[in-house]
């Protein structure tokens, strides 16, 4: 997995890479605790997402009740179909902002 960050002022684009699994998660996790102090806003593009497990939707799950916590905004973006059938499957098509 491969993790870019990308700020325009306070609003963060993090786009990933690769799989989000049970050994990448942590990482991905990691790396947006790292941030949530420091941002306004933030959006994961999923262009070049491969694969998540249940542990990346944890993760996803866990970013985004931090950020609704301090009213910060998380959208997620260029969602292929195989991710965007893991969305549907799990329900979180219900639960996070897909565009």
Do not use: C, H, W
Not at 19 to 27: A, F, P, V
Not at 29 to 44: A, M, V
């Amino acid at each position: 997995m491969k993790i870019e960050k990308k700020f325009e002022e306070k609003d963060l684009t993090v786009s990933v890479e690769g799989r989000i699994d049970t050994i990448t998660s942590q990482e991905l996790e990691n790396s947006l605790n790292d941030e949530i102090e420091n941002i306004t806003s933030l959006t994961l593009d999923f262009s070049s997402l491969e694969y998540i497990s249940s542990a990346g939707l944890r993760v996803l799950i866990a970013t985004q009740k931090k950020l609704n916590e301090k009213n910060i905004p998380m959208t997620i973006t260029n969602v292929n179909d195989i991710i965007k059938e893991i969305f549907r499957m799990s329900g979180f098509d219900k639960i996070l902002e897909i565009k």
